[in-house]
């Protein structure tokens, strides 16, 4: 990755003794080729299966809400290549709960060393002088993503005191033949949704999960619909509403992800 010459180094006392390694906010535009590769072979070796292509980095970009790219993210180069990469943001939940959530990409052949540790705690850093500027009554709470299975992430979140409170679960259907034809309630009408409905759909989605613990109203925005209508997978004309008049009752949101 060719770092841009406006960027900022870093130093970090605890960073491990690696030659050539070195720390920086990003300043100018990202490389998205270079991130994409590198986060997504991270996420690999973490076995988290998940496909982020450039362009979806170039979409979290144009969309970011509450993460400022010259303070919230860190690359991390070793010998002017980029081999890991941390964002950090933050999001108001239900309840007064303010999370304040972060990621540390690394590349498998660095994670012999305490690379990833420093990387980490950088972040929390961040965020806790983010959280500071906020208002004290609100419940503050580091959060971060990882997959069940064992992992150099999990692992590490957990010698750090991270504990899960929360799963996600990805369920797979062998194939779709067979699926049950179930009758709509009476004085509801299902029907194929249309591009002005988009946002009510939308809306309509985010109110359904506004009493979860982790609902946040950013997650349910324009600026959300947006964010999703530029995502590889958004495929609104295969979503399927259910009326009661000009009224939205409820809604299923469909994608395919070729990747």
């Known amino acids: 990755m060719t770092r841009e010459s406006q960027d900022e180094i870093v130093g970090l006392s605890d960073a491990p003794s690696i030659p050539g390694l070195s720390f920086h906010r990003q300043h100018g535009e990202p490389d998205v080729e270079v991130l994409a590769k590198v986060i997504q072979r991270s996420r690999d070796a973490d076995l988290y299966d998940l496909v982020e292509t450039p362009e979806d980095i170039a979409n979290d970009f144009r969309h970011l809400q509450n993460c400022d790219p010259s303070k919230d993210m860190l690359l991390v180069e070793v010998d002017g290549i980029l081999v890991g990469f941390c964002k950090s943001e933050w999001h108001d939940r239900t309840g007064g709960v303010r999370t304040y959530e972060h990621a540390a990409h690394l590349l498998p052949e660095w994670r012999g060393t305490e690379l990833r540790r420093t990387m980490l705690r950088e972040n929390e850093r961040r965020l806790r002088e983010i959280a500071d500027q906020h208002p004290k009554e609100l419940v503050k709470l580091f959060e971060t993503r990882a997959n069940s299975a064992a992992n150099h992430w999990k692992s590490l979140l957990e010698e750090e005191g991270y504990q899960p409170y929360r799963y996600n679960l990805v369920m797979i259907r062998s194939n779709l033949e067979d699926i049950p034809d179930l009758p709509v309630t009476d004085g509801l009408e299902v029907r194929p949704v249309r591009p002005e409905h988009h946002m009510m759909i939308f809306k309509a989605a985010g109110e359904s999960f506004r009493e979860e ?35 939205v009752s409820g809604a299923v949101l469909n994608f395919i992800d070729t990747e």
Request: proline share 6%.
């Open 213 to 247: 613990p982790n609902f946040s109203e950013e997650m349910w925005n324009e600026e959300a619909l947006k964010y999703a209508s530029e995502w590889r997978a958004y495929r609104p004309e295969i979503w399927q509403g259910a009326w009661d008049g000009d009224e």
